[in-house]
């Protein structure tokens, strides 16, 4: 990370800040400072934090930048804004934000692209570019945050690519984000989303955080999952979820399943009913998502039998909600509105 090219700020932890300014010569309080400049105060000019010495801010000026970042296109529904953003390496990627009674929330993109290559998601329709690094997840809530003068209060890391696949990253970037004197977003205000990659799972149980994890399951066979999902043939639904089973045990913290309902496919009566067999007695719930429309090979579930698989859930004794449906006006899905600009180039 310390190349001795310009470095982004955002991408250091505090800890991390902290070691680089004393093998600097600086002071490790020098560190606190910046944080409350970086995200207290959400100055981007080194200039402007007045108390830091003059030696330190030409040091800071000259070795560091603020990953600049420019949303090329914003696409606005009810209660959800959609954008891509132009990274300064010149990729794009998108993030939405989602406006609920609770707070602002919002989906991050952990990867340029995606190698998962789940047949219903058009994210895996580019393939995975790069990782996106910590400093350029953290950069994207600030351009947010100021474009729109709020506070992101949530964060979910639903977005494109696969979080577990650039795992190193994606805790750094939640070391940033919820420590007090960066973001401070709690840890129970995060969610990771993977798709079972199966030994990460695992090594995440060690995260000290108290992190959500979600698992996109979104079949209740291993042969209808390999064929939604890739990922499956290398870790078959058992081992998924026996290490999800793990995972419960080891961190007593609750596991969300994610289904999306394809009509047709998985939004039967029997399928209710196998989920409900294969997550019985699990310290879990069910997020069931009605599919927005993004591949032509799938449909979304219609209203009928959505509400029967709840209701079928619920009879069973999981805990189950409906995802309220956002940006279904706009190309709110994952991979969408990149994909529509990268095919009008």
């Not at 609770?102 to 895996?124: D, E, I, W």
């Not at 499956?232 to 058992?238: E, F, I, S």
Request: aromatic fraction near 10%.
């Amino acid at each position: 990370m310390f190349s001795g090219v310009s470095m982004n700020i955002y991408n250091f932890t505090i800890n991390e800040l902290s070691d680089y300014l004393i093998n600097q010569n600086f002071k490790k309080y020098n560190a606190v400072q910046i944080y409350e400049w970086l995200y207290q105060q959400k100055i981007n000019d080194f200039a402007q934090m007045s108390n830091l010495s003059k030696m330190l801010v030409q040091h800071l000026t000259d070795e560091f930048n603020f990953n600049n970042q420019v949303i090329t296109e914003h696409q606005k529904d009810i209660d959800v804004d959609k954008f891509l953003i132009k990274l300064s390496t010149g990729d794009q990627v998108e993030t939405v934000l989602m406006r609920h009674n609770y707070g602002n929330s919002l989906c991050l993109s952990t990867q340029v692209g995606c190698n998962m290559g789940c047949s219903f998601c058009a994210s895996g329709l580019y393939k995975k570019v790069r990782n996106i690094t910590a400093g350029e997840m953290v950069a994207t809530i600030m351009l947010i945050e100021k474009t729109l003068n709020i506070r992101i209060s949530h964060i979910v890391l639903m977005g494109t690519g696969e979080p577990f696949d650039n795992y190193d990253e994606v805790l750094r970037f939640i070391e940033i984000v919820n420590h007090p004197k960066g973001l401070a977003i709690g840890a129970r205000h995060i969610t990771i989303s993977t798709c079972g990659i199966v030994p990460k799972i695992k090594e995440f149980v060690n995260f000290p955080l108290q992190v959500n994890l979600a698992i996109s399951l979104h079949a209740t066979n291993d042969q209808l999952r390999n064929r939604l999902m890739p990922i499956n043939q290398a870790y078959p639904l058992a081992s998924l979820i026996d290490v999800c089973k793990y995972y419960i045990n080891k961190t007593n913290r609750r596991i969300t399943f994610e289904y999306i309902l394809l009509s047709g496919i998985n939004d039967q009566e029997e399928d209710a009913l196998a989920l409900a067999k294969l997550i019985k007695d699990m310290n879990a719930y069910v997020n069931l998502i009605p599919y927005n429309q993004t591949i032509k090979a799938y449909e979304k579930p219609n209203l009928k039998n959505a509400l029967n698989f709840y209701d079928i859930l619920k009879k069973s004794k999981i805990n189950v909600t409906i995802r309220k449906e956002f940006g279904s006006n706009i190309d709110a899905a994952c991979g969408q509105l990149r994909i529509r600009n990268e095919e009008t180039k």
